[in-house]
């Protein structure tokens, strides 16, 4: 931690650097299947929601409230996930994020539409104030834990044949299906285990920030939850973790460039994107770079003296 502190980056902010890890490896898991699903943020809402109702109202531990979250995340991956992952592409990007939608309007508007049927005053999401006074009772060695949880689980993974005929998935989907691969089933468990990460996500995370509001898991957050990995890179799982890391720290490192800052940080992302389109964790991107920049003044040379 102290290298962090010279850097400027606090202890909360550490905790939201993992956090932002685990959302980044949550969208990896579909990205690297060849499924460009933004469904993240809506699971990500399902986690937190349910994980605080828990903590708030049935003074149950955080464990049992991560647990309950996770299962009600991969439970609602279910039934969304045999219709939706029949489209590919854009349109799958932009069914998961009408899922997003359908979730955030629902916690919006949830205690009006249980008062409506029960008759009874119903006061569990709150609507657009969200709810507030959260313990806050996520710990730091609870997110290092965890973390390394997981990614023992995706080097695990990746050596499975599962993990292979994820692979197989995302290289060429008919050619999978021909070798004997069940496309259907590998494609509904990958949702399924990326939903539920997204969800302890933000089960974790609303216990750190202490108040939730459905403005919290909109078009935004499914797109920084994206930008984790594109940064990091999907070659590898260490590279949603390393673009976590960096993006959550950037706002604190630039905290001197003031009102430059968002500047700066947009223009940090646009060059890694143009010149490492394969994500900071890339090493034949690095040496394409390098390449470029070698040849680049040799060129110059070679154009000087003719």
């Not at 499924?35 to 828990?54: D, P, R």
């Not at 691969?181 to 990460?197: E, P, R």
């Not at 143009?274 to 994500?279: D, I, K, N, S, T």
């Amino acid at each position: 931690m102290d290298f962090f502190r010279s850097i400027g980056i606090t202890e909360i902010v550490f905790q939201f650097m993992l956090v932002n890890s685990i959302l980044g490896l949550s969208i990896y898991l579909t990205l690297y299947t060849g499924m460009f699903s933004l469904a993240n943020a809506g699971f990500m809402a399902i986690g937190a929601y349910t994980g605080v109702i828990l903590t708030q109202n049935f003074d149950l531990p955080l464990g049992v409230a991560l647990i309950g979250g996770m299962i009600l995340g991969g439970i609602i991956a279910i039934p969304i996930g045999f219709p939706v992952l029949r489209l590919k592409d854009i349109y799958l990007a932009i069914a998961t994020i009408g899922f997003g939608e359908v979730v955030r309007i629902l916690i919006l508007n949830f205690d009006t539409l249980a008062e409506s049927i029960t008759g009874q005053e119903v006061k569990l999401t709150r609507g657009a104030l969200g709810i507030t006074g959260i313990p806050k009772i996520t710990e730091t060695w609870q997110l290092i834990v965890f973390l390394v949880v997981v990614a023992y689980f995706m080097i695990r993974l990746h050596r499975s044949r599962f993990g292979r005929a994820m692979a197989a998935i995302r290289q060429d989907e008919q050619a999978a299906a021909n070798m004997g691969i069940n496309v259907v089933y590998v494609k509904n468990t990958v949702f399924i285990m990326s939903a539920v990460l997204a969800a302890a996500a933000g089960v974790l995370k609303a216990h750190l920030t202490r108040t939730i509001s459905p403005g919290d898991f909109g078009f935004d957050q499914a797109v920084s939850i994206l930008a984790f990995a594109v940064l990091g890179g999907t070659s590898t799982w260490i590279g949603p973790i390393i673009g976590g890391f960096v993006l959550t720290a950037l706002p604190e490192i630039l905290r001197d460039f003031k009102q430059y800052r968002g500047i700066v940080n947009g223009s940090i992302l646009l060059l890694v994107i143009v010149y490492l389109p394969g994500g900071l964790v890339n090493p034949a991107g690095w040496s394409r770079l390098w390449k470029r920049l070698r040849q680049s003044p040799e060129a110059g040379e070679n154009h000087a003296r003719t």
